[in-house]
């Protein structure tokens, strides 16, 4: 589903009154910590890499963009080839890309463990196989991209400690696979809830997610955004 698609979608169910579809996400489910983590330690690295997929970019960019010790989150394309990695194509569904959101972050700040228990909180809902709600295809589906081994391992355990744990009514699909590449989308859709507040799509899907941070995760929340200041010097 493109972007006008999304929009002429949602603002449909708005003005008919079907808000129960679009209007209001499922409210988050709280998720415990993980018991497996990498420490926040004077000694880590100035800034860590992740990836995640969980349905439309705008939301997910926007949902770590609010998270203290990410300095850089940007929207792009993860899980195919380059010379696929554009909107068009991806929105096909047959290009083997996730839409999904580079996160840059400060591992003394933030740990890799807490960015996941936001991801499956609040960003997503995990249980969703190849869709958030209407986005529906492939390139919606739940991914975690790990940018090394650690992470690799963290997701995995996470995953398997949350749907032992029966967090969830129904078992959490989201894959787990290791970064090959990362590919940044086009300039519009960089920032495009900051850029767009009041889009219908936006609305109602994704700042109610804004809230639920802020709710459910107020030591880790910030209320200035982090934005994608430069494409061509930060991409």
């Known amino acids: 589903m493109t972007c006008l698609k999304k929009i002429l979608l949602t603002s449909l169910i708005l003005?008919?009154?079907?808000?129960?579809?679009?209007?209001?996400?499922?409210?988050?489910?709280?998720?415990?910590?993980?018991?497996?983590?990498?420490?926040?330690?004077?000694?880590?690295?100035?800034?860590?890499?992740?990836?995640?997929?969980?349905?439309c970019f705008w939301g997910v960019q926007a949902v770590f963009s609010h998270v203290k010790g990410v300095s850089e989150v940007v929207s792009g394309y993860a899980g195919g080839d380059k010379s696929t990695a554009n909107y068009e194509l991806v929105s096909e569904g047959r290009t083997g890309h996730a839409e999904?959101?580079?996160?840059?972050?400060?591992?003394?700040?933030?740990?890799?463990?807490?960015?996941?228990?936001?991801?499956?909180?609040?960003?997503?809902?995990?249980?969703?196989?190849?869709?958030?709600?209407?986005?529906?295809?492939?390139?919606?589906?739940?991914a975690v991209f790990a940018a090394n081994a650690q992470q690799y391992e963290i997701a995995r355990k996470y995953i398997e400690q949350l749907n032992a744990a029966k967090v969830f009514s129904k078992p959490i699909v989201t894959q787990v696979n290791a970064l090959q590449a990362f590919y940044p989308a086009e300039s519009y859709h960089q920032d495009y809830l900051i850029r767009n507040p009041n889009n219908p799509y936006i609305v109602a899907n994704d700042l109610p997610k804004i809230n639920h941070l802020k709710t459910l995760f107020p030591t880790l929340y910030q209320e200035n955004p982090v934005k994608v200041i430069s494409l061509n010097s930060t991409l």
């Open 15 to 55: 003005v008919e009154g079907f808000t129960t579809a679009c209007a209001e996400p499922a409210r988050p489910i709280v998720v415990p910590q993980p018991m497996v983590d990498a420490p926040k330690t004077a000694a880590a690295s100035n800034l860590q890499t992740a990836a995640f997929a969980g349905g």
């Open 100 to 142: 999904s959101v580079r996160v840059r972050f400060n591992p003394k700040v933030v740990s890799y463990g807490e960015l996941l228990r936001v991801y499956f909180s609040v960003a997503h809902d995990p249980t969703q196989l190849n869709r958030q709600e209407n986005d529906i295809g492939t390139q919606y589906r739940s």
